[in-house]
């Protein structure tokens, strides 16, 4: 699928999400200048031509500046999700699972490749943003665990246990 699918696939989910209308570019700019490079080209695309946040998977990914959330993007990127400091500058949480476990988007990466990050320790998922957008849309997009399995601490919580159950 092309960048340009993705983003009229993504605009009639927010649609009928009714997501919020889409960031002004000065808004995008401010978030670059506090995140200290440049938006991800589909990233940006999505954010000033689709929603200001609200496309993806469930609820959305966070939106450029506050709007009917309350943290967005540069905000959650300046406090992080990992107070070790161990995700690399550029890294910035995009999604919210819920937990302490955020998928990431490489802001280094004009594709956007996309990290996870869980109780402080962050990895690459091996897939861009265009890539884990068409997961959401086909309902396939699961968190990104190493190897594909949880922790063995994870094992033991309810919702966790719950969610293997019923692979």
């Not at 589909?42 to 709007?67: I, W």
């Not at 819920?98 to 490489?106: E, P």
Request: net charge negative; hydrophobic share 40%; aromatic share 10%.
């Amino acid at each position: 699928m092309t960048d340009d699918e993705i983003i009229d696939t993504c605009r009639k989910i927010a649609r009928e999400r009714q997501a919020p209308p889409p960031a002004p570019p000065e808004a995008v700019a401010k978030a670059e200048h506090v995140i200290g490079f440049a938006f991800p080209t589909l990233l940006r695309r999505l954010y000033t031509e689709v929603s200001n946040g609200g496309f993806g998977p469930a609820d959305g990914v966070l939106p450029v500046d506050v709007g009917q959330w309350n943290e967005h993007i540069a905000e959650a990127y300046e406090h992080g999700p990992d107070p070790t400091g161990g995700v690399p500058a550029g890294v910035v949480p995009l999604y919210d699972w819920g937990c302490t476990m955020w998928s990431m988007i490489d802001f280094r990466d004009p594709d956007g490749v996309m990290w996870s990050n869980a109780d402080g320790d962050c990895w690459p998922q091996g897939v861009n943003l265009g890539q884990w957008l068409l997961a959401a849309m086909d309902g396939e997009l699961r968190f990104a665990w190493p190897n594909g399995v949880p922790p063995e601490r994870e094992w033991h919580r309810p919702e966790i246990a719950a969610e293997r159950q019923e692979s």
